[in-house]
């Protein structure tokens, strides 16, 4: 198969999750939104690195899941912060750090 | 020998100003003043010596160079701590310790109410010291020292009842006047260092001849500069502003320094450099104008005051013109003479107006003084003495010494016949201020204060005032205290008054034209290289001089006996019918407020400017306005910040795809 | 050697911080009076002909080849005598009254000490630009903790002296300027060793790269920025704008030393880092610098008679003197370059006392502004007469030792052109102003009410008198730094000397 449909798909994937983030507005889809256009680079990652045929890619798409991880872990303690402190669920709401 | 004795001339003023300043805690007060006494007597003791010393020498070695250590040098310029003896500084010499140590004296009875006795005479010491460093200065540097230095102890002095504004006012512009005279120095000592290579003088003086023409810009400029200097330190015009204010210091002190010694230091410099100024003749014509004018002006002035110590120090600068004008047209010796004279009558003159002000409880206008004769008959003889010899009475000293300088300018013939002329007017205009004073002091009905001083035998005692503005003073810092001090019950000031006036009637046998010439005779190694050294009048020449000066020396009597006391009236209406004269001469024609105008008023305003349009708008404004600039760029940008989450994701894919482009377009 | 005059007053500081309270003031004192016996030591063993001598050099960065390079000349020995000296009066006059936090106190001002020294010692670009930016470190804490808000000055004609000042405000004004000067120089210094190894093996030691030269192209900029950071600390017109707030807002003591000496480092730095690292644009841009050094005199004079707080009386008065100080130096000859240097140390010398003295006057008036002051004579002869010598050689009066170096920098700028000298001169006559007016207006006129007439106390004048004395003895012999110093002097401005003929 063409490297080309690998990245279709990635870049399809990675559109998919940007608007989710763009369009969503509770934190939690953003999220996995957010999960989404990392997928969508490791596929890409992992197409390349079967056409150049060395494992570097596969490295590369090692540590993004570790980093995928790492991130959920703190994105998501930061949601169930929020739903313990009662304040929405809501990315408009919160922008206190407004200039 | 001669210099190990200058040496000692120095340094006694010098530890005897020390020793009562860094003591006067325990010292009492009496102590002090003796201490001041002896330390100056000690100096003129020491200064014969140095004379002696002199005298020893052949007359073409008499001169002694000699230095404690080097004082500074860099760049081929190099200062010695240095003397130079010679007879004309060590003439000067004679006349500042000699009149000091009458002056310390009478101080000794006068100031003895004064609170502030050691201030007093460590500060008179300290001056005493200051003038010899002057007069025996080895180089322009030291001279600069010495000249300063006076400077600083005259503020001191004239400064010395700082409780008083005026006192301080003074202080302030006489300080300052004097500064612009020392910077005219210090411009000369470098140019000459420049030219000569040296500012020793020996080898300034030695040198001068062949490496100036005549009149060539550079020894103009030196000589110019060193007027500039000359003309401060001796109150001569435009810098004579200070001189009348100066009165505002102890009566003592306007006798010692703004009479006797420190006024003269001009002619003395001129007399110094006179080797310098004979490469210059147009400085030195422009000393002699000054001296001229300015010996004009001020004798008008001096006919129009009433402040007593006023008319006496206008009379100083007239007197000083005087001497301004012989040293410049080259009558060396004349106006050394005159010098010394002056010193004399005038420092009496002072003496004698510091006990009638005394017996006025400090008022000074002479309006005021009437019929001191049978109440100070000892102080109204010695006021007489010094009057006579201040206008040329024939015989007395001042006659001698005043139209010696005076025929010389005829003698020179030319232009300085104009400056004869204005010489002779001068002379009567100096008889009749003189006599001014002493009929409108002393005969006649005596005024409350004479007549309580003949009932009472002592004086009446005032209130403190200010006599400048009749304020009321602390009488905590200095004079007056309870008592005011008289001649006619001190002996000091009556012993003081007393040389001073034997010495103002008969010093003028010194120089009597055909008789002999003693000054002249002295100080002849100093100017034996001047081209003036042999050109002299002829006795018959002389002699007719001084018959002119007799003539107009009584007429300025006789004009002023005429005004004062037979015909009072007179002077009234001629004020009356000339108000505008009258008013120019009163206002000292207008010297202070002209000053003010041009130089005063501008530099002020030049540093209110600075201070609150230049500092505040410019450079605080520059300060504060990079840092407003910084502040308003930041509220620019900051509205970017708009906390929306997704807006700056917005942002990033915006980031991102120019990126992207950017790199396509490369790539293509 | 030199190392252990560095260290000593730090290594003393942090010892302050260890020991009880009541002793880090008495340690500190130490510390400072054995830094100046090491420093005298120093003195005895030096050759004023001997060119740079107790030299230390240590490999210190070699990657950079920046080196621990101290060694001391005729110019700085006399710049770190000054500051040996100065500080010990500034110590002894904090520990005779006592301050709060002392040991933090003490701490700051030996490390402002040591760095100074460090800048006077330094032979390493990199090494002087350090210290030179370490300088202003313990002066923004010493001012920041110890000074305190001023009201507004007042006028006594009803028109707006300097506002009110915060210690904030003013802290920040002096260390951004500072820093922005600090900074430009480092680009210049690193542009300096650069440019000046031209591909060859990269070394900061001032020796190296003035032998190396620069071409003359570079040098035009890295001129101006090594002057903006030493015309910045002097200050010199226009660049004070920071001097006015923080000297206001200053304590006392730490004000003291950092107008005697930390400005002399912006003038030492000309002497030691320019002239002869950058003859030809110095040589280029001689009347510019001639033009703002004058300036500063004038406007620093016109200034000093026109306010009436006395911190900025000394301190606009200290902005004449610096100008002075760099007109001497750019005159290059040796008159003016050796009239700076005695200038520097004669300045130094003076200012100490004078600030110390602010602090007596304001304690006896409860204010430093000269319209309501007055009379303080009355009974304190000693006191009077102290601030008179004071007063008296700020205006280097002759016969003070500033007399000759205000002498040797005039005859200096005449051999440039007399029409610098003569207007030169119009700041001595400015300064008789000025000067006299500062001692008038506080010491002499009647008393006013709420004033206190108090002789000085012991353990003011036994810090004060010293330097007094100091100032006295020099005024007879000014050659004794004069002869100490010609030499080296003589060989900083040998190189520009040249390319100006």
Known sequence: MDIEWYLILSALLFTVGFIGVLVRRNPVVILLCLELMLSAGALALLAFSRMLGNQDGQVFVLIVLVVAACEVVVGLGLVVAMYRRRLPLDVDEMKELKG | MTATWAWLVLLLPLLGSMTIGLTFRVLPARTAGLIGVTAIVAAFVC???????????????????????????????????????DPLSIFMVLVVTG?????????????????????????????????????????????????????????????????????????????????????????????????????????????????????????????????????????????????????????????????????????YLIARCHSLFELAPTAADVSAWVGLVTLLIAGTIAIAVTDLKRIIAYSTMSQIGYMFVGVSIGAYSAGMFHLMTHAFFKALLFMAAGSFISAMANM??????????????????????????????????????????????????????????????GAFMTAVYSFRIIFRILPGPPCEEAEYLEEHG??????????????????????????????????????AMAVLGVLALIAGVLQIPGLDDVVTKFLEPTFENSVFSHMHPTTSESWIGLGEGALISLAGIATAWLLYIKRPDLPVRFRERFRWIHTLTVNKWYGDEIIDFLIVNPVKAIGRFCNRAFERFVIDGATTGVAGLTRSAGAAVRDMQSGLLRGYAVLMLFGILAIVIYFLIRSI | MLSSIIWTPLLFGLIGLLVPRRFAAWVAALGAVITLGLSIGVLAGFDPDGGMQFVTDVSWIPGLGVDYSLGIDGVSIFLVMLTAIAWIPAIGFSALRGTERPALFYLMLLAGETSTLGAFLAQDLLLFVLFFDLMIVPFYFLFGIWGRDRGGESDPEGSP????????????????????????????????????????????????????????????????????????????????????????????????????????VGAYGFLRVVLPMMPDAADLFQTTMLVLAIASILYGSAMAFTKTDLRLVLGFSSVAQLGFITAGIFAFNESGAEGAVLQMVNHGLVVVPAFLIVAMISERTGSEELGPMGGLAKKAPVFAVIFLIVSMATLAIPASANFIGEFFILNGLFQVDAAWAIVASVGVALAAFYALRMYQLTMHNPLPDGSDSKEISLRDALVVIPMVAIVVVLAFCPQLIIHGSEPAVDSSIQVVKEVAE
């Open chain 2, 47 to 85: 200064g014969i010596l140095a004379l002696i010393g002199l005298q020893g020498e052949p007359s073409e070695s008499r001169h002694v160079a000699s230095s404690l250590w080097e004082y500074a040098s860099v760049g081929g310029l190099s200062i010695d701590l240095g003397i130079y003896v």
């Open chain 2, 364 to 425: 000074q206008d002479i309006d005021r003084m009437k019929g001191f004769r049978k109440a100070m008959p000892f102080t109204a003889a010695m006021m007489i003495i010094g009057a006579l010899a201040l206008s040329g009475f024939p015989g007395t000293s001042g006659w001698f010494s005043k139209d010696e300088i005076i025929d010389f300018a005829h003698f020179r013939g030319g232009m300085y016949d104009w400056m004869w002329v204005g010489m002779l007017v």
């Open chain 3, 161 to 264: 002296g300097n506002g009110p000042v915060t210690v904030q405000s003013a802290t920040l004004k002096m260390i951004v300027f500072t820093l922005i000067g600090s900074l430009l120089m480092l680009v210049g210094a690193i542009a300096a060793a650069v440019i000046a190894a031209d591909g060859g093996e990269l070394t900061f030691s001032i020796q190296t790269i003035v032998a190396r030269g620069l071409p003359e192209g570079s040098q035009n900029w890295i001129f101006w920025f090594f002057a903006a950071a030493f015309l910045v600390k002097m200050p010199a017109f226009p660049l004070h704008g920071w001097m006015p707030d923080s000297y206001r807002a200053a304590p006392l003591p730490a004000l003291a030393v950092f107008s005697a000496v930390l400005s002399k």
């Open chain 2, 458 to 495: 002592h004086v009446i005692h005032g209130e403190p005032k200010n006599p400048a503005t009749g304020e009321l003073e602390d009488t905590e810092v200095g004079y007056p205290g309870e008592e005011h001090h008289i001649a006619e019950q001190a002996g000091g000031m009556k012993f």
């Open chain 2, 99 to 267: 009149v000091s140590s009458l002056i310390h004296i009478y101080s000794y009875s006068y100031m003895k109410s004064d609170q502030g006795y050691h201030r007093f005479f460590s500060y008179l010491n300290f001056f005493v010291f200051s003038m010899l460093v002057l007069v025996l200065a080895g180089n322009f540097i030291m001279l600069i020292v010495g000249w300063a230095l006076v400077g600083f102890a005259s503020y001191a002095l004239i400064s010395y009842w700082y409780r008083r504004n005026t006192a301080t006012k003074a202080g302030m512009k006489a300080f300052v006047i004097n500064v612009i005279g020392d910077i005219g120095l210090y411009l000369a000592a470098i140019l000459i260092f420049k030219n000569i290579g040296s500012v020793d003088y020996g080898t300034v003086f030695e040198k001068a001849p062949e490496v100036f023409t005549t009149n060539e810009w550079e020894i103009v400029a030196i000589c110019l500069c060193l007027l500039v200097g000359a003309f401060a330190k001796s109150a001569q015009m435009p810098f004579h502003t200070w001189l009348a204010d100066a009165m505002e210091g102890p009566t003592p002190v306007s006798s010692l320094i703004h009479a006797a010694t420190m006024v003269t230091a001009g002619v």
